[in-house]
């Protein structure tokens, strides 16, 4: 921890509340009854409310001293911080049909809604990233640009990858470049002497550098070379080979003060639960309602919840508790909001940090790092604020996404425990948020860019179990399931060799050796406090010291994952279900097709096995006939229900599916 950071924790105790809080929330938008009239249950019809809330921070308060750069913020004649952000609340219309429960679901780049629910659930979102472009339907948040204290600008280093450009492109822009684009970096000078731009034919392949009077900060879609001057766009006098990957470094001006997108999620739940009234007098629609909080975030949303919960703003600014419950779904990482110059958007392609900070729940001593033993929980624990935690993750997690050193640290020698209040399930034989779902024995087309068809095992039905169990934990105090996921002591986690895997040869179709995404050692400076991701990057690209151990899921005779909470299609399946997918050409080909799965069918009969030669099991040998492939369901369905990884009517739903499926109909 940074002294500036310990300093500001320590005098907690001893300075006045200085309240950071929700000002004023205006309703823009109301619709009664919402979701076409529909009735949820016994909640009946629900209505929506949207609109702006208005918020303040003291960057002395030392909850708010940890986001950086909030000291470089302009202040309004109270000395405060101002933001303001969207936010969408949907309700039950009679409130006494409410369940007291607010549930907030973070947003995914900007994208998503509230919902209705039988249970009477008061449902929220709100804006929390701030370099998210402001468009109908996205949740934003409008944050200050930090500046020096003479009103100069702040500078920094940034760096962006570009790689499968069209073959024709002479222009590239850096608001589109995939999930780290450049929404708000903007270079300080457009000198291409000072900056970088260099070529690679591979990703392990020197850096074969472009002269700077060979590109300029332009756009050449309209006009020949140098083309017109723009901040937002590149442009290379031959043209960007789609055989290269191109990585670019400049320095940018006038960082946004990222950070507060925690604050404000923390002020705007907190008021929601207590406030009777905004500072307007603007009466809380759900004043006395609430009695508890639970979240949920998925991918990019669940880092959120990670580094939020990390950095300890699941207290608010009188020391109450803001969610008891919190789900962070396929989320392998912390979250890179609060750096400068952050990049929220990552996913964990190369130079991206995310993987350098704490990683897990209990306290673990990161030797390959020198660090000393630290979790995810600590600033929580010691002010009773931790939420009661379900963690789920599929397979894809694993091969892209770097799950292996929340379960094993960066070392890998043995399982780092869970402590009481966190459960984790993994799904296995999943790509990332799982599939389509479905019974069918004809296999889907790849995804853009992928080898194989796309995976479809799911996970919402699992998902919808496990949300309720939380629930009830945290509303009625039931345990959820015991945690199930792959655990080093039993042998089912290893690395991603041939001798270690134990892939079956499957004929005409690839292996997923070398395909996982290494957990890399980054050093981006000395000014980033690496343990929460906070502070100031200053060397792009980082500096890589090597590699720790990266390991995935153990798997079966038919190369699917063992263990864990298997769905129903996982238990009876119709082929192998794999967390990972090679890249079909371009640049990337052969490497892991980033957050795609993938899928091997079985072949429909034994004589068809015989014939391929494929190791497998065909769907004859397995089920005999129609039949018999709907009992295996059935029998999978009635023994996830009963150990509470299936509601009832998602059994009963999946049941039907099976028995209208072409599998084994001769069709």
Request: aromatic share 8%; glycine share 10%.
């Amino acid at each position: 921890m940074k002294p500036s950071i310990a300093s500001a924790l320590l005098a907690l105790s001893v300075l006045p509340n200085l309240q950071a809080r929700v000002v004023k929330v205006v309703v823009e938008h109301r619709e009664s009854p919402a979701f076409n009239g529909q009735k949820f249950g016994q909640a009946g019809q629900f209505e929506t409310l949207s609109g702006h809330f208005y918020g303040e921070l003291d960057p002395r308060d030392p909850h708010n001293a940890l986001i950086t750069d909030i000291q470089f913020a302009p202040r309004n004649a109270r000395g405060m911080v101002e933001y303001s952000a969207t936010f969408a609340l949907s309700k039950p219309i009679d409130m006494s049909k409410s369940s007291g429960v607010l549930f907030y679901s973070v947003p995914n780049r900007g994208n998503g809604a509230p919902t209705g629910s039988p249970e009477g659930h008061v449902s929220l979102v709100s804006g929390w990233q701030g370099d998210v472009a402001v468009s109908d339907g996205k949740q934003t948040i409008s944050v200050p640009v930090a500046k020096n204290s003479d009103g100069s600008s702040i500078t920094g280093p940034v760096i962006e990858r570009f790689i499968n450009m069209a073959a024709d492109s002479t222009t590239l822009d850096l608001d589109k470049a995939a999930y780290t684009a450049l929404f708000y970096q903007r270079p300080a000078s457009m000198d291409t002497s000072r900056a970088s731009l260099i070529k690679r034919a591979s990703q392990d392949g020197p850096a074969i550098p472009i002269a700077a009077k060979d590109w300029a900060f332009a756009d050449c879609t309209k006009v020949g070379f140098p083309g017109s001057p723009s901040p937002t766009k590149i442009c290379l006098k031959p043209g960007f080979d789609p055989m290269y990957a191109y990585e670019l470094v400049f320095t940018a001006k006038d960082p946004l003060v990222l950070g507060i997108g925690y604050a404000a999620t923390r002020d705007i739940n907190s008021f929601f639960r207590h406030a009777k009234a905004d500072d307007t007098g603007a009466a809380n629609p759900v004043a006395g309602a609430i009695k508890w909080g639970i979240s949920k975030g998925s991918s990019q949303s669940g880092n959120f919840l990670r580094s939020y919960i990390n950095m300890g703003f699941n207290q608010d600014e009188e020391g109450r508790i803001v969610w008891e419950g919190a789900n962070p779904h396929i989320a392998a990482r912390q979250l890179v909001l609060n750096l400068r110059f952050s990049v929220p958007g990552g996913a964990a392609g190369m130079y991206e940090p995310g993987s350098e900070a704490v990683l897990w729940w209990s306290d673990y001593e990161d030797k390959a790092r020198h660090r000393p033993a630290a979790g995810m929980l600590d600033r929580c624990k010691k002010t009773d604020t931790c939420p009661k935690i379900v963690e789920t993750f599929g397979a894809l997690e694993f091969w892209y996404l770097r799950e292996s050193p929340n379960l094993v640290g960066t070392d890998a020698k043995a399982d780092i425990p869970l402590p009481a209040n966190v459960r984790r399930y993994f799904f296995p034989g999943t790509g990332h948020g799982g599939g389509r779902g479905g019974f069918s024995a004809k296999a889907g087309t790849p995804p853009t860019g992928c080898l194989l068809p796309m995976n479809p095992n799911p996970e919402t039905e699992t998902m919808n179990a496990l949300l309720v169990a939380l629930t009830d934990w945290v509303t009625k105090g039931v345990e959820p399931p015991a945690s199930r996921y792959p655990r080093l002591d039993r042998g089912e986690l290893v690395p991603d060799t041939k001798e270690a895997l134990k892939f079956p040869s499957i004929p005409g179709q690839p292996g997923p050796w070398g395909l996982v995404n290494k957990v890399v050692d980054h050093d981006f400076g000395a000014d980033v406090n690496y343990g929460e991701l906070s502070g100031i990057i200053t060397q792009q690209p980082p500096a890589v010291r090597g590699t720790f151990p990266t390991l995935v899921p153990k798997v079966d005779a038919d190369g699917s994952d063992v263990g864990g909470v298997p769905s129903v299609l996982r238990q009876a399946p119709l082929g192998s279900y794999l967390g990972w997918n090679p890249t079909a050409k371009g640049f990337d080909k052969g490497k892991q097709c980033t957050l795609s799965g993938g899928y091997i069918p079985f072949v429909a009969t034994k004589a068809e096995r015989a014939a391929s030669g494929d190791p497998r099991l065909s769907l004859e040998e397995r089920y005999k006939d129609h039949a018999g492939y709907v009992a295996a369901v059935k029998a999978a369905a009635e023994k996830s229900v009963a150990e509470r990884f299936l509601l009832r009517a998602d059994a009963d739903k999946l049941v039907a599916q099976a028995e209208a499926s072409d599998v084994l109909t001769g069709k």
